[in-house]
């Protein structure tokens, strides 16, 4: 017999998460790009509505996130009851993988995805399964090549986190048509208030046509809300129960709903947002390939940037630009240890990273 209490075969097989950095030492001044946090901060009016919820954090949250839900319903035209509110996008995918997989069951997701996909896969004693990539890109012919009948879910990332790439929706359409209907189909689109392509869709549209599809979303990039970990699921009203029955009575706090309604309705807010992204995701791009960079194309608010070989490798580069407190994100855990991820600050902030860049780069 075992002399302490034993988790679960598996759980300590997991390799815990580990998010952005956030401190430097020796310097005055930090520009966190580990993240991919909004430039521009929230909305003043979800600061507004964080302060006034304080009053009454004595008292339980409204369990349902009723008014949330139909704010949301009413900015995207969605059915407010088939809405699930969570904290964090982290936590539906926690919950769905919970609900419809376990022991025996294989959760698949492409080669380079989010790494909550495979945490929340082994902590449910499912297994989880990639798929190959295509030039840092979902490739659906590897994705249903690899199912099998255990595939329980199919985590697709549209866009992907980390190299910022997309599939169209023909494709997810193309994807979905060939899966059993018994697989669950996550379609993660946190970064999708991002995108500017006419032939993009965040998956909105092909959950109220099919039961076996679920649309994540966050507001935690666009809405800047990252710190009230917030997040909701559009899907079937059979997944809506589910989810409902296995989430926390509470899960969404008092504080969280009241800004994320106030977030919602600052349409200037978020159209700044959007616009300074527009601007700025290019003009960071074009800035690194001058200084001969390779820069995956990304839609998102982010970038990933292969370096070249030691001594101007990625992980002298993220020494260096930390030593000037510039926080970016190592990729060595997503498979890309060539990469690093920098996501679109402020004007000062992507000026300065620019010049500390050319500055790594300068021949000794």
Not at 41 to 59: L, N, T, V, W
Not at 268 to 292: C, I, M, Y
């Amino acid at each position: 017999m075992a002399d302490s209490p034993q988790p679960r075969p598996g759980v300590l097989d997991i390799a815990a998460y580990v998010g952005g950095e956030a401190k430097a030492a020796g310097v005055d001044r930090i520009i966190k790009l580990s993240s991919n946090e909004s430039a521009l901060g929230p909305s003043p009016k979800a600061i507004e509505a964080y302060k006034a919820a304080a009053a009454d954090i004595h008292r339980y949250p409204e369990g349902g996130s009723t008014d949330l839900r139909e704010a949301i319903a009413h900015q995207f035209g969605l059915d407010a009851s088939r809405i699930v509110c969570t904290a964090g996008s982290d936590e539906l995918i926690a919950l769905l993988t919970r609900a419809y997989a376990g022991p025996g069951d294989e959760v698949l997701y492409s080669q380079h995805g989010f790494l909550m996909y495979p945490i929340a896969a082994m902590s449910a004693g499912a297994t989880p399964v990639t798929a190959p990539e295509k030039n840092l890109t979902t490739d659906v012919d590897a994705l249903l090549k690899a199912v099998t009948p255990r595939t329980k879910i199919v985590f697709l990332a549209n866009p992907n986190n980390p190299t910022g790439t997309y599939i169209p929706a023909s494709e997810v359409e193309r994807l979905h048509a060939a899966l059993p209907a018994s697989t669950l189909l996550v379609i993660d689109a946190a970064y999708a208030e991002f995108v500017n392509r006419n032939d993009y869709d965040a998956g909105a549209s092909l959950v109220d046509r099919s039961p076996n599809v679920v649309m994540a979303r966050t507001f935690s990039k666009m809405y800047a809300l990252g710190g009230m970990r917030l997040g909701w699921g559009y899907c079937s009203a059979t997944v809506a129960d589910v989810l409902n029955r296995v989430r926390g009575p509470f899960n969404v706090n008092a504080a969280a709903q009241a800004a994320g309604i106030a977030a919602l309705r600052d349409l200037p807010s978020v159209r700044r947002a959007r616009e300074h992204n527009d601007v700025w995701l290019p003009w960071f791009t074009a800035e690194l390939q001058k200084l001969g960079l390779t820069v995956n194309p990304s839609v998102a608010n982010f970038v990933l940037v292969k370096f070249p070989k030691a001594p101007k490798d990625a992980d002298a580069a993220n020494a260096f630009l930390q030593s000037r407190g510039i926080l970016v994100r190592k990729m060595g855990g997503y498979g890309l240890p060539e990469w690093l991820r920098m996501s679109i600050g402020t004007e000062e902030e992507m000026r300065l990273v620019v010049a500390a860049v050319a500055e790594f780069l300068k021949p000794s």
